[in-house]
């Protein structure tokens, strides 16, 4: 597995990538108002989403709808914004993000970059070579 901050930054890099590539788009919620893997298709056709899209919100469960729809389309993904990881985004084309996700990813990374007592929350995992 690589370092943590590695991994802090590789996510920061592959969110700006995507916001370059405009294959980031964030939406209010993740409701939709039938539960046809047809309709979603067609939403996705419509906003040229790409062919495989990856849906994150901040919830573990899903609403219904998107659920049931997504389930019968293999190259759509439901995942919680703490399943999200730089290989995820790179396996799909296009990353809806929700609005909540976004400001948890925003506040979580920005943490991590920020913080002052980085070395000394490092330093507590590395073992003593003496």
């Not at 370092?3 to 802090?8: D, E």
């Not at 893997?37 to 056709?45: A, C, F, I, P, R």
């Not at 990353?95 to 000394?120: G, M, N, P, Q």
Request: aromatic share 6%; with cysteine; hydrophobic share 40%.
């Amino acid at each position: 597995m690589l370092p943590f901050y590695t991994r802090i930054l590789g996510l920061t890099s592959t969110l700006s990538v995507k916001l370059a590539q405009d294959d980031l788009h964030i939406v209010d919620n993740l409701e939709i108002p039938t539960d046809e893997s047809t309709y979603l298709e067609e939403l996705v056709k419509t906003r040229n989403w790409g062919p495989s899209v990856s849906f994150v919100d901040t919830e573990d469960i899903m609403p219904r709808n998107i659920t049931a729809a997504s389930d019968a389309v293999k190259h759509f993904n439901l995942m919680p914004v703490y399943g999200l990881n730089v290989y995820s985004m790179l396996k799909h084309d296009t990353l809806v993000l929700t609005r909540s996700a976004v400001d948890t990813i925003e506040s979580k990374i920005l943490t991590h970059l920020h913080k002052s007592d980085t070395t000394a929350c490092l330093s507590k995992y590395k073992v003593d070579q003496k």
